[in-house]
């Protein structure tokens, strides 16, 4: 065996690492042209003019003129930035919440459940924020021909809330959770399929002892599934939150967006930079913290 090894010239090490090579390749190849020479490329045109000419793209250097620009001059995107993180926020509990209570649900035997599974799932399937956005004005513009006093939104509840006497700030809240039920929706197709598969992956006989020992439903849900699916609710709780940040009706993301468009290239190089190290940091934090509750077998 060591002969022909050598007689090849690899090892058997070195070839697991030529095949593994082989096997990342095009991953290797997707993220270089992808992400990272569009990433140094944006990180370049922050600190630069960037203008357009017959012959190419002409560079010249600004220092930090382009980040006095977004964040000095323009004092609005601060508050952009800072809503759009707390409304983020918002969106990333509720996304949660949905995702474990619906794969719940999704787990349990009834007829149909397949369908069910199914319907669920289209969100990946078919995953454009674009859609989305058609979808919901489709909608819209469907139930006010069926019935001009119907609308897509949460109006005719604002107001019944609005006449018990609540807060307005309590009943502002409320409505734009309301409103934005179809998004949730929308962006927890991946987080249900995920907690689904946590959920089928519990050992049954942990249910059983648990049940022998007098332990009620509601007690056993806290104190053996939570545990046992927490590597799955920290995995969720990450993509929720760096999906939520970069979702298509995120104002920073359409700012962006209208800059590029405009041919702003430095001015939108400049705030997605700098919002993609706030993201990068929530991120890294979330993950430190929520790590120390999360349960290992190991432990």
Do not use: C
């Amino acid at each position: 065996m060591n002969k022909r090894q050598k007689r090849r010239g690899l090892s058997y090490a070195g070839r697991r690492t030529v095949n593994g090579l082989v096997f990342l390749s095009p991953w290797l190849i997707g993220v270089t042209a992808f992400f990272v020479y569009p990433f140094i490329s944006t990180f370049l045109y922050m600190f630069h003019d960037v203008t357009l000419e017959p012959g190419g793209m002409k560079m010249e250097f600004t220092g930090l003129k382009n980040l006095q620009e977004v964040f000095i001059n323009s004092p609005t995107n601060v508050r952009m930035i800072t809503e759009a993180l707390a409304s983020s926020f918002g969106t990333v509990i509720l996304i949660m919440l949905f995702s474990i209570f619906a794969a719940v649900l999704l787990n349990q035997k009834f007829h149909g459940r397949a369908v069910v599974r199914a319907i669920f799932a289209l969100p990946i399937i078919v995953s454009s924020g674009i859609l989305l956005s058609v979808f919901k004005e489709d909608l819209f513009v469907r139930s006010i021909q069926s019935d001009p006093s119907t609308i897509f939104q949460s109006t005719a509840l604002q107001d019944m809330l609005q006449s018990f006497g609540l807060d307005v700030t309590l009943v502002q809240s409320i409505s734009d959770m309301i409103n934005r039920i179809m998004d949730i929706v929308w962006q927890s197709g991946v987080q249900i399929l995920l907690f689904l598969a946590a959920l089928q992956s519990v050992p049954r006989v942990l249910y059983e002892v648990s049940s022998a020992e007098g332990a009620t439903t509601w007690q056993t849900f806290w104190k053996v599934t939570i545990p046992l699916i927490s590597p799955y609710i920290l995995l969720n709780g990450l993509y929720s939150i760096i999906d939520s940040f970069t979702f298509y009706d995120n104002p920073v993301m359409k700012e962006v967006m209208n800059q590029f468009n405009d041919m702003n290239y430095e001015v939108s190089s400049a705030l997605s930079m700098v919002y993609f190290a706030i993201v990068l940091v929530i991120t890294l934090a979330a993950a430190g913290l929520a790590s120390r509750h999360v349960y290992s077998a190991e432990k």
